[in-house]
């Protein structure tokens, strides 16, 4: 059993900052990268940001400057530290992990459930 568990969405003003947090819990072998996708209303899923097990990142052009990633490998948890926040940033984020359990030889990628981050005056 996986799961991941996202908080911090919310409704908050342009210019504001939110911060949003995933905690996985799994009998983990190994977590390999792990990321936030967004999906706004009739648009694809896309990749906000991703973290490597070496912490290499990686961002979307339109959030470049304005979100961090970062990762507790010790706590298994993904955060992301959302600055300067613009109405077109409203979607659902997703919470992604590449992980490897205990007694199974491949990685899978899991998701979260998502949590509503709303940009709006």
């Known amino acids: 059993q996986v799961q991941l568990v996202e908080s911090g969405g919310g409704s908050v003003q342009p210019g504001g900052s939110l911060r949003l947090s995933c905690v996985v819990s799994?009998?983990?072998?190994?977590?390999?990268?792990m990321g936030w996708y967004r999906q706004a209303p009739g648009q694809q899923r896309e990749l906000v940001a991703a973290?490597?097990?070496?912490?290499?990142?990686n961002y979307a052009d339109s959030v470049k400057g304005r979100f961090t990633i970062s990762r507790d490998n010790a706590k298994n948890t993904v955060d992301l530290q959302m600055n300067s926040l613009k109405p077109e940033d409203t979607a659902v984020y997703y919470c992604?992990?590449?992980?490897?359990?205990?007694?199974?030889?491949?990685?899978?990628?899991?998701w979260g459930q998502g949590t509503q981050v709303t940009v709006s005056s």
């Open positions: 799994a009998n983990i072998f190994s977590i390999y990268a």
């Open positions: 973290i490597t097990n070496g912490d290499n990142t």
């Open positions: 992604n992990v590449d992980l490897q359990r205990i007694g199974v030889g491949v990685k899978f990628r899991y």
